[in-house]
């Protein structure tokens, strides 16, 4: 990996993860980066100055009003200079004052200054990455086009056990890599993706549902957005960590996916992965109990609607309409109709059959069927699937 001339400036805030910030400068200049450090109050409370002016080989600035560094670099220089602004780690309290537009000390004023891509490795407690004005902060930031890389899931400092750790020096590295270095071809365009199962509510209580994981959706989302697409996942309940760099917006049953897709319009590329519940129920608004003297329940079905058919025909369409075929025979002619049927561009098709491990699970045989005809993928993870196919993808559009 080079990112030989590439010019980050790193703001670390407070958090127990500052430590880390030094191994990812380590890293980044050993890449051949030059680093410029940024420390706010509450990161030199964790990590001293001196340590990552030793292995940034450069000053590190801490405090806005010192009018020694006004006068060697204004911030607002200071924050141009950098190909990328990374915020790693990146307090609750930092996301906060980003998605507020505050500039109450250097770093957040350097934030606010900045005319360049940003980067933010988050790190804090799961509850405060949990709480509903994180979330909220997140949402707005990445709206404005902020990239994300974790936090990753695992055990914390304060001995609890969740969302919340900061992503790995060397994962953020890549992505820094990433958005430096490697092509964008998908820039500019926006990318809608359905993912996960609908679940269609029997009572307060019961659903009916299916064994789809969402993780081949999100895959997909993730893999546009390394692309350069802003994408916009609509998920039905998973239990999935949201994909970097993606607006994610959460809904249970198919009918909500529909009016959410509707609402994400327009859009370039459209990617149907859900395994979306083909029929709903009446939902009783009481808990159905059983009793030897009460019949059984029947439950009378309603067909759905049909997202990726009302999508494919949605004025204006998106370019490129791709739909996914989930069968246990007859598998192409299937997927041959079903391209037809629905009126998209691209069927992904897989075999879906007792025994092949494939709904759920972490690989994936597909089948692309498109106008010129059918294309057999071997074997790979649900990851490489993705890549390939947003790449194929990408194509569409040079
Ligand atoms: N799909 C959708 N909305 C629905 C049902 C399906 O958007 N209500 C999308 C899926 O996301 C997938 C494709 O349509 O991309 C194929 O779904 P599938 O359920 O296999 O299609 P059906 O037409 O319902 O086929 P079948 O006859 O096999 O049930």
Not at 114 to 128: C, E, G, I, Q, W
Not at 296 to 307: E, F
Request: aromatic letters at 4%; glycine letters at 6%; a neutral charge.
């Amino acid at each position: 990996m080079s990112l030989a001339s590439k010019r980050i400036l790193l703001i670390v805030s407070g958090g127990i993860a500052a430590y880390k910030a030094l191994e990812l400068v380590r890293l980044l200049r050993k890449a051949g980066a030059g680093v410029t450090c940024v420390l706010t109050r509450a990161g030199a409370e964790f990590v001293t100055p001196l340590s990552l002016q030793a292995l940034s080989e450069s000053r590190v600035y801490t405090e806005l009003f010192s009018l020694t560094d006004e006068s060697e670099m204004g911030h607002i220089q200071l924050s141009r200079a950098a190909d990328l602004v990374v915020v790693a780690p990146a307090s609750a309290n930092i996301l906060a004052q980003m998605a507020g537009g505050m500039a109450s000390d250097l770093a957040t004023t350097l934030l606010l200054a900045t005319d360049k891509h940003v980067l933010v490795a988050p790190a804090m407690n799961v509850r405060m990455w949990e709480h509903a004005a994180t979330q909220a902060n997140i949402a707005t930031l990445k709206h404005r086009g902020v990239a994300f890389v974790g936090p990753n899931e695992g055990a914390m400092a304060c001995n609890e056990y969740g969302f919340g750790r900061l992503a790995e020096p060397a994962e953020i590295l890549a992505i820094i890599d990433a958005l430096l270095v490697r092509p964008k071809p998908l820039t500019g365009k926006h990318a809608l993706v359905t993912a996960g199962p609908t679940h269609e509510p029997i009572d307060p209580v019961r659903y009916i549902a299916n064994r789809s994981s969402g993780r081949q959706g999100y895959a997909i989302a993730a893999a546009l957005a390394e692309l350069g697409a802003r994408v916009t996942l609509v998920s039905g309940p998973v239990s999935l960590a949201p994909p970097a760099d993606v607006t994610l917006v959460r809904v249970e049953t198919a009918r909500e996916m529909l009016v959410a897709c509707e609402a994400a319009l327009p859009a370039d590329v459209a990617v149907f992965a859900a395994a979306v519940a083909d029929w709903r129920t009446e939902a009783a608004n009481l808990k159905l109990k059983k009793s030897p003297d009460v019949a059984l329940p029947s439950l009378a079905l309603t067909l759905n609607p049909d997202i990726l058919a009302t999508i494919a025909h949605a004025n204006p369409r998106p370019r490129l309409v791709v739909g996914f075929a989930a069968e246990t025979h007859d598998l192409l002619a299937h997927a041959t109709a079903k391209r037809a049927r629905k009126g998209c561009d691209w069927i992904v098709a897989n075999d879906v059959a007792e025994g092949t491990g494939i709904m759920g699970g972490v690989e994936n045989e597909v089948h692309l069927v498109t106008a010129e005809g059918v294309e057999t993928w071997p074997r790979m993870s649900t990851d490489e699937v993705a890549r390939r196919l947003a790449t194929r993808m990408a194509e569409i559009f040079v």
